[in-house]
């Protein structure tokens, strides 16, 4: 997600919005467990403790859930509010960033997970490719991404746009990445004109959970 133009270390054009809802956003982000959330994609996750990163972490839900398995969790979120409140709720376990697509320019390594949940919408179709081309960057070798699309209307004052399983495939493998899992589901949070897709990358060829 860029930050808009003549704002250097400014408003994130794709957070638009989430600052002034952060507080509704927080309450509404912890009432699910990353369990129900992320369920198809559990068994993708790496076995043994390791490096993970969850980028558009929000309020860092997701990103404690994976420290209590064990793993040292870098999260990046560019919206300062949803930092403060993670930090509050979740404890020093995280390394938590200000930073976002695609660029993430303080970002350093590689990662045995690269999450990213409710984030692709947010990047237009070239900040989509780069940002491919950056998680590729920090997939470790046999490491695996973790992607959510979100289908459906943009709510008011918010930036996404379409985003479709087909471009994010072709994407992805124009960057070494090959798709491992692809799965279908309704919206959590019972919008009945939302629905979502998983996704799951795997560097080298890795093809089994």
């Known amino acids: 997600m860029s930050r808009e133009s003549g704002r250097p270390g400014g408003t994130v054009a794709g957070a638009t919005g989430y600052g002034q809802a952060a507080g509704v956003l927080a309450r509404r982000y912890e009432a699910v467990a990353f369990e129900d959330v992320h369920r198809?994609?559990?068994?993708?996750?790496?076995?043994?403790?390791?490096?993970?990163?969850?980028?558009?972490?929000?309020?860092?839900?997701?990103?404690?859930?994976?420290?209590?398995r064990g793993h040292a969790v870098t999260a990046v979120e560019p919206t300062a509010e949803f930092r403060v409140a993670g930090r509050s709720l979740h404890g020093a376990t995280i390394q938590w960033l200000d930073d976002s697509l695609p660029e993430l320019r303080s970002v350093r390594g590689v990662f045995d997970l690269v999450l990213l949940s409710a984030?692709?919408?947010?990047?237009?179709r070239a900040e989509r490719r780069a940002a491919m081309a950056r998680i590729s960057d920090l997939s470790a070798p046999g490491g695996r991404s973790i992607l959510t699309l979100r289908h459906g209307p943009v709510p008011p004052g918010r930036r996404m746009f379409d985003v479709t399983v087909a471009e994010t495939v072709e994407s992805a493998g124009s960057?070494?990445?090959?798709?491992?899992?692809?799965?279908?589901?309704?919206d959590i949070l019972s919008r009945p004109d939302v629905r979502w897709s998983c996704l799951v990358l795997a560097r080298d060829g890795e093809v089994t959970p």
């Open 40 to 68: 198809a994609a559990l068994a993708w996750l790496p076995a043994r403790p390791g490096r993970v990163i969850d980028i558009g972490a929000g309020t860092g839900r997701d990103a404690a859930a994976l420290a209590a």
């Open 119 to 124: 984030v692709w919408m947010h990047l237009d």
């Open 175 to 186: 960057q070494g990445l090959k798709v491992v899992h692809h799965s279908e589901s309704a």
